[in-house]
């Protein structure tokens, strides 16, 4: 898969870094696989008809789901980035149409709903995470996923492997950087927090819409 590279867009560094999902390294491929875990077993148990990615980066997880036959698309602000994630789309037999350029603060009702919203390593990028979380809050007809990097461990983990030692671990780009209880704390002012998982070293949160109805 295309990935980013440390690419910037507008002075704000786009996709990842380096492919985590394509990795050999046992380590990598160990964290990499709690997360997808985590992530697949709650889609999973959500059984969504409809994905939305808010902050799709080069597309992996639109891609997957898309091929696994939900009706799925993503959405970023970078238009480097979309022209990735439409490549990787092509190369995949997939149309190249699922993704679309669009900031997180963007996103409105009717054009971008889907049952279930997906917004992994997104929040500690943006500069305002209240105005990205009043968006959601348009889009979202039930249920959100969303990740960050748990803070200081992920930097922590930078350091023991010698990466971005210059600032102190902080991977570029990162400009937000969230513990377990600001990141749920904050969710939870606009979210049902319905879950929370840690698979090193992110906190994942399961939430839903405050106005969704109980399921039957």
């Not at 380590?27 to 409809?50: C, E, H, S, Y």
Request: aromatic share 8%; charged share 25%.
């Amino acid at each position: 898969m295309k990935v980013a590279g440390g690419l910037a867009e507008d002075g704000i560094v786009i996709g990842n870094t380096f492919d985590k999902y394509g990795s050999t390294n046992p380590i990598v491929r160990r964290m990499v696989a709690g997360f997808t875990n985590t992530l697949q077993g709650w889609v999973k148990d959500i059984a969504p008809g409809t994905i939305h990615e808010v902050g799709c980066g080069e597309g992996y997880w639109v891609q997957k789901w898309a091929a696994d036959g939900i009706v799925t698309k993503g959405s970023d602000f970078s238009e480097q980035i979309i022209a990735m994630a439409r490549d990787n789309a092509v190369k995949n037999y997939l149309s190249p149409d699922i993704f679309e350029v669009r900031s997180i603060y963007e996103v409105e009702p009717g054009r971008d709903n889907a049952e279930l919203i997906v917004c992994c390593e997104v929040f500690e990028h943006i500069d305002d995470p209240q105005r990205a979380l009043k968006a959601l809050r348009r889009v979202v007809d039930r249920h959100l996923i969303l990740s960050v990097p748990r803070e200081p461990l992920w930097r922590a983990l930078n350091m023991v492997r010698g990466r971005y030692l210059g600032d102190f671990g902080n991977t570029p780009g990162h400009i937000q950087h969230w513990s377990k209880g600001a990141i749920v704390s904050l969710v939870g002012q606009y979210f049902d927090v319905v879950e929370v998982a840690s698979p090193l070293p992110w906190t994942m949160i399961r939430c839903t819409s405050r106005t969704a109805k109980p399921a039957a």
